[in-house]
């Protein structure tokens, strides 16, 4: 048997010492927002590619179905990469770095929220849509690793992991879905844990 002992306890001390470094201020302010969107009835749309398509998928079930399933008014997230018809038509057609604005192009307004999801903080199809968003004056949620890239700069409020490391990004980037859900489980719902 393989002794992967070091490599198990290396990547577990990483992810924790991220998750000491996370700002908490910003996380608080991103939990006021989307229940600002909540009560106004705001669009919530997010995206992101690759692992963080899968991420931006779950965070729409995870407040479209988990939370909304308990409140009398319901979440409106939407996620621009799960279209897959969509996507790829728009790809084809048009081109990669339009396939998120293009979805938002005349849709949106100043209003709605967009969460954008990029490890390196530099996809360029990420970025094209976030400012369009912005110039229609929608707030943004970034969630961002390594350094933060442009989306980093381009956020108001900024939910970053502070690592060198795709994989730990994207394990954060969960844990910020999970954890948010879990409070507003518990404020909104009036539940400590989710069945089932």
């Given at each position: 048997?393989?002794?992967?002992?070091?490599?198990?306890?290396?990547?577990?001390?990483?992810?924790?010492k991220?998750?000491?470094?996370?700002?908490?201020?910003?996380?608080?302010?991103?939990?006021?927002?989307?229940?600002?969107?909540?009560?106004?009835?705001?669009?919530?749309?997010?995206?992101?590619?690759g692992?963080?398509?899968?991420?931006?998928?779950?965070?729409?079930?995870?407040?479209?179905?988990?939370?909304?399933?308990?409140?009398?008014?319901?979440?409106?997230?939407?996620?621009?990469?799960?279209?897959?018809?969509?996507?790829?038509?728009?790809?084809?057609?048009i081109?990669?770095?339009?396939?998120?604005?293009?979805?938002?192009?005349?849709?949106?307004?100043?209003?709605d929220?967009?969460?954008?999801?990029?490890?390196?903080?530099?996809?360029?199809n990420?970025?094209?849509?976030?400012?369009?968003?912005?110039?229609?004056?929608?707030?943004?949620?970034?969630?961002?690793?390594?350094?933060?890239?442009?989306?980093?700069?381009?956020?108001?409020?900024?939910?970053?992991?502070p690592?060198?490391?795709?994989?730990?990004?994207?394990?954060?980037?969960?844990?910020?879905?999970?954890?948010?859900?879990?409070?507003?489980?518990?404020?909104?719902?009036?539940k400590?844990?989710?069945?089932?």
């Amino acid at each position: 048997m393989v002794d992967y002992l070091m490599y198990i306890e290396k990547y577990i001390e990483d992810e924790k010492k991220v998750l000491d470094m996370l700002d908490r201020n910003e996380i608080n302010r991103a939990l006021n927002l989307l229940e600002e969107c909540l009560k106004n009835d705001s669009n919530i749309y997010i995206f992101g590619n690759g692992g963080s398509s899968a991420t931006a998928s779950h965070f729409v079930n995870d407040f479209n179905k988990g939370i909304s399933e308990n409140t009398k008014k319901k979440f409106r997230f939407q996620c621009l990469n799960d279209n897959i018809p969509t996507v790829m038509a728009i790809a084809n057609d048009i081109g990669f770095d339009e396939i998120f604005r293009f979805q938002l192009n005349e849709r949106i307004t100043d209003k709605d929220v967009i969460i954008a999801i990029s490890g390196s903080g530099n996809s360029k199809n990420v970025i094209n849509a976030v400012e369009y968003a912005k110039s229609v004056g929608c707030k943004i949620i970034g969630l961002t690793g390594f350094i933060g890239g442009k989306l980093k700069e381009l956020s108001d409020i900024s939910l970053h992991a502070p690592i060198n490391s795709m994989q730990i990004t994207e394990d954060i980037h969960m844990f910020f879905d999970h954890l948010m859900m879990s409070i507003f489980y518990k404020t909104m719902c009036n539940k400590e844990h989710i069945n089932g």
